[in-house]
Every structure is written in C-alpha cells, then in structure tokens.
C-alpha cells in the first residue's frame, strides 16, 4: 500500500482521535460576540501545528484575540503549489443554554450517532478534521513539494477580519480552500458590505421653527434630517428593484441582490428639528461583483436622488461603507467568490471527493457569505468547502454526522497530497 493510502486509511482508523481534537476545540467557548476569548484554543491549533513541523506565526489580531498561521515548507517551494487551508476559530453566540438537550461546551455523542456541540458544524469540525488529515499525511510520510499554510483566524462571526489580516501580512498561496460549512459541497458564495449613509444640518432648529421651514411665506430653508432620509430609504428601495429586475446569478434565487435599511437613529430630542439621521444598510450583491461596484452604483444614485432635493443638493448625505469588526466599527465586508469551474485545483478536489466518495460532488453556490471572499478580493484562487450544514450552524443543539467529517478528511488528505505535489507550471 502507498503512504497516501496509508494515510487515508488510518484516518478512519483513528477517527476517535480526530474527535479528541475537536472535542478540545468545542470545550473552548469561542462565542463572538462577545469575542476576545480565542487565546487558549489558538494555543491548541498552534501546538498541534508546531508538533507536525510547521512554523508558528500567531499575531494578535484585538487583544484577546491572536490570528494563528502555520507553514509547513516544501521540499520544492518554488516549483510546486502551494496551498492556503482557512478556518475561523470563533462560534455563534449561545445565550440561553437551557434549550440545548448536551451541554454545547463539550463534544457528546448523541443517542442519534451525530456529534454535538457548538461550532461543530461551523467550523471547529472543519479545523480539527484538516489538521487531522495534515498529521495523518505527515505520520505517514507523505511529502509535499509545495508549501502548505494552515490559517486559524478570528471574528468571522462577528465580521471581524481575521483573514484580511492574514492576507495584509503577506500570506499568499496557489489556492485557497475555506473549510467552513459547506456540507462538502463546493462552493463560490455572494458579498455582502454593509454602510451608514447620514443625513446632517449645518444647523439645529428648535422644533418651533418647524412652521417656517415648510409653509408659504416662512423663508427658513430647513430641514429634517428624518424626512429626507424617508428619499434615500425610496432611491434605495427603487435601486434595490432595478437590481432584482436587471441582475441575475446562475444559482441564486432572482432578486437575492437586496438592500436593507436595518437600522435608523436621528434626532435628538422631541423639542428639536431632527438635524441628524444615520441609516445603516446591509448590501448583498452577486459573485461577479465586486463591493467597490456596489459602493460606487448605491452612492451615484443617491447622490442623483440628493440633487433633485432643494436642501439635499447643498447637504449631501455623507457614506461610511465597510469595517472589520460589527462588534468595534459596527461594520463588516464579505467579498464576493466567483468560482472557477475550470481551475485545476478544483479538479484535483473534485477527483479526491470521487475517489472517496464514489459520487460527483455538488459544485454550487453558498446561501450564505464566508471569509472564502477575501481571498477571491485578494487575487487568490479559492473554494468554500467543509462539512456540517447551515441549518445546524449557529443552532440550537448544533451537531455534525462524524461520518462525514471523517470523509472531509480524507478528501482534504488526498487532495492536499495531490495539489502541493503538482507543478507550478504544469496546471494540468
Ligand atoms: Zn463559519
């Protein structure tokens, strides 16, 4: 038997130990918010790291709150692919615990077979199952020509641009795989940004003044910064038609590209002519767009909007687009994934997922936004891939099928394997 072969056989074999791994990740309660909880289980990656021979870069990120990047360098670095494996370390809230039928800060088996706990599903199954496969490989003897980096990073849930700051530090690769929850499907996904647009008077009027601002013969130009955003919420809402009516995806639902008005503050007290007013939106476009597009279609026709509007035209309304964190901006960016169907790595995953699973697998669209954007943003080849499925991620009683997980690892080993032996030059 080949060492490959070896290795994805004892990852079944062994499979108790790569739920050991993950039942040390789940016992570590990542929740964001509130965050700045990662440090201990960013230890447990980074030591699982340094022991199978990869170099340590962790780096804080927010206090509290460290990125963890390995890499483990290839005999032949210069000549054969490399590969960057993304997951995020932190989980979806839990809040009340009493619904939960296991404790979510321990890894149970269930009386149905799954395996319980919060972030299973999304997404410390897809780092311990990866990490797994990587020692297995290694235990085995299978080397790689091309270097391999393994990226743990924080605030996916809240935002926050844990993998931004990865890329920002330089860290580059042939391809990238997202092993977030996918259900093993791969995926491409959509972007979202989100942004304030506010509405501001030079000056503040007391609510007596109101009369003169809008009646015949007042000669007070004013205006309430409440009432003219009542024109950008309608410009939004026909930009938001137009889109649905003009753009389409393959693999999205029409009209899937909306804009929400998901918060409004203004005012400031009853006795006062409101001179100022925030809207904050939420902005979900398609893989072949980019948000720089997005920022620059919502801010022309706003500003076409403004300027039919005797007082907006002189007090335009002023945009904030983006953040890297909900929690400390309250804002965030998730770029688009366009995926490439003919890209020879996304061959090479698919033929592991064959050899494993005997089936094709499903290439399709995420429902939902993933840091797999920023390496798209960043010019790096990627896929969104993992187990577990959405409709258990963030849920109550969040569980995986360790089956599965065991099948993403053995996929994951023999891709892996195959990518990282492969030439540069000779992208099959
Ligand atoms: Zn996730």
């Given at each position: 038997m080949d060492r490959l072969t070896e290795a994805v056989e004892s990852i079944a074999n062994r499979k108790d130990e790569l739920f050991a791994l993950l039942a040390k990740l789940v016992s570590q309660p990542t929740v964001s918010p509130p965050a700045r909880n990662s440090d201990e289980a960013q230890s447990v990656i980074a030591s699982q790291l340094a022991d199978m021979g990869f170099a340590v870069d962790r780096f804080q990120v927010y206090p509290g709150d460290d990125n963890v990047v390995g890499r483990l360098s290839g005999r032949d670095s210069a000549r054969a692919n490399s590969l960057i494996v993304n997951g995020h370390i932190d989980v979806?809230?839990?809040?009340?615990?009493?619904?939960?039928?296991?404790?979510?800060?321990?890894?149970?088996?269930?009386?149905?077979?799954?395996?319980?706990?919060?972030?299973?599903?999304?997404?410390?199954?897809?780092?311990?199952?990866?990490?797994?496969?990587?020692?297995?490989l290694r235990e085995h003897g299978?080397?790689?020509?091309?270097?391999?980096?393994?990226?743990?990073?924080?605030?996916?849930?809240?935002?926050?641009?844990?993998?931004?700051?990865?890329i920002e530090r330089g860290y580059q690769a042939d391809y990238a795989v997202v092993v977030d929850t996918s259900n093993l499907h791969m995926q491409g996904q959509g972007g979202v940004i989100t942004g304030w647009i506010t509405i501001e008077s030079p000056t503040t009027l007391h609510d007596g003044m109101r009369a003169q601002t809008i009646h015949a013969g007042g000669r007070v130009r004013g205006a309430s910064a409440i009432e003219k955003m009542m024109k950008v919420i309608s410009a939004l809402q026909e930009l938001e038609r137009d889109w649905a009516v003009m753009k389409a995806y393959p693999g999205f639902p029409a009209g899937s590209n909306t804009i929400n008005p998901a918060v409004i503050e203004g005012g400031r007290h009853a006795a006062f002519i409101a001179d100022r007013c925030a809207l904050w939106i939420t902005v979900h476009f398609y893989p072949n767009e980019s948000y720089e597009q997005m920022i620059g279609e919502i801010e022309d026709h706003i500003r076409r909007a403004a300027a039919a509007d005797v007082w907006l035209r002189e007090h335009p309304?002023?945009?904030?687009?983006?953040?890297?964190?909900?929690?400390?901006?309250?804002?965030?960016?998730?770029?688009?994934?366009?995926?490439?169907?003919?890209?020879?790595?996304?061959?090479?995953?698919?033929?592991?997922?064959?050899?494993?699973?005997?089936?094709?697998?499903?290439?399709?669209m995420s429902p939902t936004v993933t840091d797999a954007g920023w390496f798209a943003h960043a010019g790096i080849p990627a896929v969104l891939f993992g187990p577990g499925e959405l409709k258990h991620a963030h849920a109550v009683d969040e569980s995986i099928d360790p089956d599965q997980l065991v099948q993403f690892a053995q996929i994951m080993a023999r891709f892996i394997a195959s990518w990282c032996n492969t030439p540069k030059e000779a992208k099959e």
């Open positions: 979806a809230e839990v809040g009340d615990e009493t619904g939960w039928t296991y404790p979510p800060f321990s890894l149970t088996l269930g009386a149905d077979g799954r395996l319980y706990g919060r972030g299973v599903a999304d997404m410390k199954g897809g780092l311990a199952a990866s990490l797994f496969a990587i020692q297995m299978v080397e790689l020509a091309g270097d391999l980096l393994f990226q743990s990073v924080i605030g996916e849930e809240a935002g926050e641009a844990g993998t931004l700051v990865a309304p002023v945009f904030r687009w983006g953040g890297r964190s909900m929690i400390e901006e309250r804002g965030e960016i998730f770029p688009s994934l366009e995926l490439d169907a003919n890209h020879p790595a996304l061959a090479q995953l698919q033929a592991a997922y064959e050899r494993e699973l005997h089936a094709a697998p499903v290439v399709d």
